[in-house]
């Protein structure tokens, strides 16, 4: 199976606690289920493609707001590992959503360094324009900023329930799902997270208390 990459992201930093980018996932087709193409799969592995035409776009954009460019690479190797684990999926799971998420999380962590690099390129960026092409505001562009700091800030368990509510539009179960955690772990990261960012977007730009990667 071959895998195409992605376009080059937009450089925008959407804002994951007041205005969240709710996904709905790829398009599929209307009598087959994900799980149904995937089992297919196992027997015809070109017809794994399917998978990726639903839901690389999701995946890509949901890996360009952690790691930027290198969201080309997680998003190829998103879908490859996939491919490959494919046996291993839970047939009884209709969406392979969550699934796919979990793979890419996984692969976000390997690119840690690439992902604070771009939060700390985010938080020192004067132009507010190489942060929301859409927006000129001296304003906006210092929310930006602190609000690549508050990510950076977070821990790296609360930052991964936060950013696949917020710019994968999971629910609280699929997260749950994609993390291999109980659902209140998520709900009880999520609300941390939350808290932790309003309180430094609130702030007059400074961090309160410095980096928290416990």
């Known amino acids: 199976m071959r895998l195409s990459r992605g376009h080059p992201p937009d450089p925008v930093l959407p804002d994951p606690v007041f205005t969240p980018r709710l996904g709905t996932g790829g398009a599929g087709s209307p009598h087959d289920t994900d799980a149904?193409?995937?089992?297919?799969?196992?027997?015809?592995?070109?017809?794994?493609?399917?998978?990726?035409?639903?839901?690389?776009?999701?995946?890509?954009?949901?890996?360009?707001?952690?790691?930027?460019?290198?969201a080309d690479d997680v998003a190829a190797e998103t879908f490859l590992a996939a491919f490959r684990q494919r046996e291993r999926y839970d047939t009884t799971r209709p969406d392979a959503r969550a699934w796919l998420f979990g793979i890419a999380t996984n692969l976000i962590r390997r690119h840690h360094r690439d992902e604070a690099r771009l939060y700390r390129t985010w938080e020192r960026a004067r132009d507010a324009s190489l942060l929301d092409a859409g927006t000129r505001s001296e304003g906006s562009?210092?929310?930006?900023?602190?609000?690549?700091?508050?990510?950076?800030?977070?821990?790296?368990?609360?930052?991964?329930?936060?950013?696949?509510v917020a710019y994968g539009g999971l629910s609280y179960v699929e997260v749950a799902?994609?993390?291999?955690?109980?659902?209140?772990?998520?709900?009880?990261?999520?609300?941390?997270?939350?808290?932790r960012v309003r309180d430094i977007l609130r702030s007059d730009g400074r961090r309160d208390g410095g980096r928290d990667d416990g």
């Open 36 to 70: 149904e193409v995937i089992l297919r799969s196992l027997g015809d592995p070109e017809g794994f493609a399917e998978i990726f035409r639903r839901h690389f776009t999701t995946i890509h954009r949901y890996a360009a707001a952690r790691l930027g460019a290198a």
């Open 141 to 164: 562009g210092d929310q930006q900023r602190r609000l690549s700091a508050a990510l950076g800030a977070l821990r790296p368990g609360d930052r991964d329930v936060l950013l696949l």
């Open 177 to 195: 799902d994609a993390l291999g955690i109980p659902a209140g772990t998520v709900g009880s990261r999520l609300n941390r997270a939350r808290k």
